[in-house]
């Protein structure tokens, strides 16, 4: 089954503590990217990857950190969590020339205290 | 990418068609009309999209205006499980998906 897996669903931590969000995906897209989202600002994109090891900043990258080692594989980092990082993730895929048809994980609920 | 304004909720009686517009009148000749929808708090799931010709899944219908300024959205027979955010969403289709800019949408309840 063609899907997007994200873990942890849900997470609470502390201000600090270092995390790491994994996205993996099964359908070979060269597309990948991260966005949050909170009541009131909609869907956001946190950073996106083109394909391995090229990535770019989205709307909102500050705090956060990723890489793209693997075509399959696209982890969303979070050096030193922050209150303010509280917010749902959702990691999405799509390949080369799809334009905007997007496959989205089931999210991750973060909790930053 | 072009605005698109969308009322922020309707409602539908459950089994009959629900029609979603979306305006965007200030669409460019390349940029193509999405849309996906959000069940409470699931990941999006993109439904259709259309450039200028009426498309057809096995989802939904869309059509868009002649002059493209404008475009519907119909689920033909509306569910419970219909009940969602539904976005609707202008960007180019050339390339990949890095310029999709999700709004507020339209909060979908269908009724029993």
């Known amino acids: 089954e063609a899907q997007v897996t994200q873990n942890p669903r849900y997470l609470i931590t502390v201000t600090g503590k270092k995390l790491t969000v994994t996205c993996s995906q099964n359908m070979n897209h060269e597309y990948m990217s991260w966005y949050r989202q909170d009541p009131g600002l909609g869907l956001r994109q946190i950073y996106y990857s083109m394909n391995v090891e090229v990535t770019d900043k989205g709307d909102v990258p500050e705090g956060y950190k990723v890489s793209r080692k693997e075509k399959r594989n696209f982890p969303l980092i979070l050096e030193s969590p922050s209150p303010n990082q509280t917010s749902l993730y959702f990691c999405?895929?799509?390949?080369?020339?799809?334009?905007?048809?997007?496959?989205f994980g089931e999210g991750s609920r973060l909790t930053v205290l | 990418d072009a605005k698109t304004t969308q009322p922020t909720s309707m409602d539908c009686a459950e089994g009959r068609a629900a029609n979603l517009p979306c305006n965007h009148s200030t669409i460019s000749g390349n940029e193509y009309v999405y849309w996906y929808r959000q069940i409470h708090s699931q990941g999006p799931q993109y439904i259709i999209h259309?450039?200028?010709n009426n498309e057809t899944n096995e989802m939904a219908s869309l059509i868009i205006t002649e002059d493209r300024k404008s475009s519907t959205l119909i689920l033909p027979h509306a569910t419970l499980r219909d009940t969602a955010v539904y976005y609707c969403i202008a960007s180019p289709s050339s390339g990949s998906a890095r310029q999709l800019t999700f709004g507020s949408g339209t909060q979908l309840t269908v009724l029993p």
């Open positions: 259309g450039l200028k």
């Open positions: 999405a895929s799509s390949r080369q020339g799809a334009g905007g048809e997007l496959f």
